[in-house]
Structures are given as C-alpha cells and as structure tokens.
C-alpha cells in the first residue's frame, strides 16, 4: 500500500509518501533514496508516483531526462502536455507497459510538481492542475480530507507525519515512515511517523 | 461534461468535469486549465470536450491553429477530425469495440455543432454530452427563460438522475467568451 500527499502553500509544493510496502507478506522499507517513490530532477522538478507495479515505478523514475522544464526554466500545463506527457507515454509503450481498461492507460498516475505548480498525469493520461493540494493512491479517499483541514499555521509536514499517524491506525501497512520533499530545498527527509 | 444550447444571439456552452475530476478542492476544479473548453485560435469558436480528455488537452496546447478555414461542418469534418484521429491512434484511445470515449462541441456565435463519439458532425441548437435525451427534454420545457438558465436546469435534471455532482458549473458565451460561474 502506498499514498502520496501533495500540498501547495506560498509558491511551494510540499510531497510526502509513506516508503512501506508489504510484499509476499513481507514489510519492506523503502527509505534508501534510489527507490524512493519520489524523483528529484537536477532542473528542480519533482516527480513521483504511488505504488501499482514496484519495478516499473522504479525504472520510471530513474529517466530525470523525461521531466524537462521549458526553455524559460517553468513547468506549465503545455509542457507538460506538448513534452512530458509525450515521452512518458511512449516510455510505457516501448515496455508495453499500457494497460487496457477502456483505452490504454498507466496503471498508476504521476504527479509533478516545480516551484508552486503542481501536476498530475493521470492514469488516463489526462492532465489536470493543482493550486491546493492532491493525494493519490489507495487511501486517497481517506487522506484528501486530512489535507483540505490543514490550517495555514500548521506545518505541512508535520501535517503529513499526523496524516500518515492517523492512516495508520486503521491501514497498518502505511508503515513506521514516511519521506518529505518540498520544491524549495529540495532535500527528501526520511522521518518517523510519531 | 458540456451542455451547449444555440440562441438568437449567440451559443453558450456549459462546462462541469466534477464527475471526472474527484477528490479536488473547488478552486482546482474551477481552474480553466482543468476545464475542457478552449478557444479555437483565429476564430471566434470555441471548442469543448468531454470523456476522455488526452486528445482535447493534446490538440488545444499543441499550440497549432488546428481550423484555418471557417468554422461550419464542412470544415470540421475536413480539418477538425481528422487531427482528432490522429491524436487518437497516436495515444490509441480506442476501447474494445474500436471507440474513443470522447464527444465534442464545437461552437460559433451563429451555429453549434456535436461530433459524436464515432466522430460524426451534426448541426444542432443542444447538444449534451451526457443524458442527451433528458437534457433535450429540459431544454423543450424551459423555452422562453435564458439560456444560461436553460442550461443551469439542464445540469440540476441531470445531477438528479445520475449519481454525481456538477456544480457549480461555468458557462462561456461563445460570442464575447467570457465565463460565468453558476452555483447550485
């Protein structure tokens, strides 16, 4: 099981993920930074993706050069949509890697995010646009609310850490920790969720 | 989803993709960028979409002025869908039975038009991209009130028989192109 949280506040984009996932039965942590879920691109933008398929998130998110940012250095709804969104998708079709519910999709959506904008590529390789917050994943559902109540004076994420506790209460594979990045300093934390 | 109705004066056309979009603050859903309308560049037209929406996001951000000639149905069968099957086949948006999941409206201040899912272009004075038949029903009963209203009565009949939330939804003139938002 795995949730990411995203939240948009002054011109920054906060991620948190739980780095927990429980495969054959057995606990694995994913706190070392080559398989977190999320990807740190030298340009700044970050990318990062809920669980579906392990190895093809993995493999997904060690091609940085997939997220480029346009020539005046922004990450916008047409680049994403004229650059970003082309190369991904032709990333999954020369794996065959597209999944066939309707029409061909990704079996688990992308968010990307690059100072205070925030994307999502979803499944269906739509694009949609963030000014508040997105959580994705299997406890999404339960998760979007916790966003929407995070008060201006709060930190954000420590807001993630309380978000994760409470998950965890009713979901136990959310695991012991969690990773924090924000499109400020750019440094992923691996933090207990207390 | 769009709702689009053709007056005297000009077309509307009414945009809500809260069905598609879960799970999103109100301020992201009312994003225009999240909206699946745009103006069609050069022309006084505007363009929605509704179901799938690679193939409209593709298309409109292209950045391509994708109707050079005038917009009538001549032309958007000409010009307009076949870079809609282009767009398709690239990122194969077909379903099992050979479908795309995406109608379309295109509209100018004096006609509207639909292009149905198997991308066939009718001229029409409603065209409802979802519960068709309700939404002509709503639209015979409400002669006589404007067409906003109209089609604000058309998403409240349609939010009572299917099973999701529209509003609020935002309605553009064609004419002017500007946006008016609708709250329930």
Redesign the interface.
Known sequence: MSVLLSYVRDNVVYFGANVMRISSGRKMDDSFEPVLPILKTEEGVLVARPDGNESRGQELLSHPELFPLDKNGKLTFKQIITHILPAVYRFYKERNWLGREETCNMEAPLLIAHDGDLFEICSGFGVVRYRSYRSVGNISSMCTPCLAAIRPEKDVEEQFGTIFKKCSAYYEDIGDRFVTVNTKDLTLTVREVK | MFVAIKDDETTYIGVSSKE??C???E??YL?E??LHIAKIAGQNAMFAASG???TF??LT???KKYMKGEVNAENIVQELVPQIVKINDD??????KGR??ARYAVATPEALYEISLNLSVMQTNISASVYDQLAKGVYLFTEGLPTPKRIVEVYKAIEQFARFELFPISIYDVRTGKRKIYKK
């Open positions: 598609e979009l799970d999103m603050s301020a992201d994003l960028d999240n799938d929406f690679l996001q593709v951000e292209s950045g990122y194969d948006r077909y379903d099992d795309a999941d």
